[in-house]
């Protein structure tokens, strides 16, 4: 929104039509009130991710590599990401459910919870056994899967591992490393009966939240986005016979993870397997995943502070006010002037406040001016 002023001497005439031309412009920028709201990183929190009994969502995957060239973007603020077009192959299910009793949770007694994937109209599934700390984040002790390794498909953690913070804000970095002990089934051309051999992998990842912006989903619209950065280094030993572990290759792979307050991870992208480390921009991607359904509403309905709603000025005997409605989870607002550009250094404070208005004691006099209100926790 901005307030505009001649700031000449003039007739009452001209008076009444600069005031007319001043309230017309106020009404019309109105309308553009929240996108201006909504230029800042979002903060993603535990309330924001999947953590509780009876959420679901849906989503799109590729089935084979697909190309992606450079749709990840790049690091930086306030990009916009269109995931409404991609691979629709096959539909992923995530179930969020009790792991007590279930039977693939035998080597995980820790865990709380279980997320449950399914390809529909496939039958593959797996599970991935995990806690939700409060202050701590997504505590994960392992995974079940026939796919990953059939004759050993119980795959527990060396030890259990912070995958998501219970808060993430751009700029984060973390780290994760742990191993897993699996069977890989051999095969042979003539059809002879091999037995598995016994595989050793480690896994380190060093994760940034480092982008943030909005994303565009299939059915879902538009929302406010924080892009996390995975370098994943995969080192992998084989047990041959002797009891000895030996050393067989190391992989890398890059994976993009998309965040958002209330929907959690929305979207993914995850390069090719390979012997050096992937590029940030890489062409093809081996999972091209992109939510389009879930019953977890889009707001995270716990601490994160919201966006005000009914922005409004009013200018009178050469003042300026700035009105709003209080906001959920606010303790304070930050009220801020640009003269012209809309970046992230245009903005000026005018002044914060807990309360529901505030004027601008020098906004009277100057030409034209844009208003934004940040609720703040």
């Known amino acids: 929104m901005f307030w505009r002023h001649t700031g000449q001497e003039q007739s009452s005439e001209d008076e009444d039509l600069s005031m007319i031309r001043r309230v017309v412009m106020m009404g019309l920028m109105l309308v553009f009130t929240p996108w201006m709201r909504g230029a800042e990183a979002p903060v993603i929190g535990a309330g924001d991710m999947f953590n509780e009994v009876g959420l679901y969502y849906r989503a799109y995957i590729n089935n084979g ?33 009790s792991s007590v009793g279930l039977a693939q949770s035998a080597d995980f007694p820790l865990a709380q919870l279980a997320e449950h994937k399914t390809v529909e109209g496939v039958g593959k599934d797996e599970w991935i056994f995990f806690e939700q700390v409060p202050g701590v984040g997504r505590k994960v002790y392992g995974f079940y899967s026939d796919s990953f390794s059939p004759g050993m498909p119980s795959i527990p953690f060396s030890q259990p591992i912070i995958d998501f913070p219970a808060t993430i804000a751009y700029g984060a970095t973390w780290q994760t490393s742990f191993v897993t002990e699996s069977m ?86 995850t390069s090719l397997q390979s012997s050096s480390p992937p ?11 992109r939510m389009f359904e879930t019953n977890k509403a889009g707001s995270s309905g716990g601490t994160d502070p919201q966006p005000v709603d009914n922005l409004r000025v009013t200018v009178s005997n050469g003042r300026v006010l700035i009105q709003w409605n209080k906001a959920a989870n606010a303790t304070s607002y930050e009220v801020e002037y640009s003269t012209g550009g809309l970046g992230p250094e245009n903005w000026q404070p005018v002044g914060t406040t807990a309360g529901e208005y505030l004027f601008d004691n020098d906004g009277f006099g100057h030409q034209t001016r844009f208003y934004r209100v940040k609720s703040v926790r």
């Open 279 to 289: 590029p940030a921009t890489f062409d093809m991607a081996t999972a091209f995943v």
């Open 184 to 269: 890989f089934p051999l095969s042979d051309p003539e059809g002879e009966l091999l037995p598995d051999i016994p595989i050793q992998t480690t896994w380190n990842s060093t994760f940034k939240a480092d982008a943030w912006g909005v994303a565009l989903l299939p059915n879902l619209g538009i929302v406010d986005v924080l892009r996390i950065n995975e370098d994943q280094v995969v080192d992998i030993a084989a047990d041959l016979g002797d009891g000895v572990w030996l050393h067989i290759e190391t992989d890398y792979v890059r994976s993009y993870y998309w965040l958002s307050p209330g929907r959690g991870i929305v979207a993914q992208m």
């Open 65 to 97: 590599n697909y190309p992606v060239s450079n749709r990840m973007g790049s690091a930086g603020a306030d990009q916009f990401w269109d995931f409404s077009q991609g691979p629709t192959d096959q539909i992923l299910r995530f179930d969020y459910v």
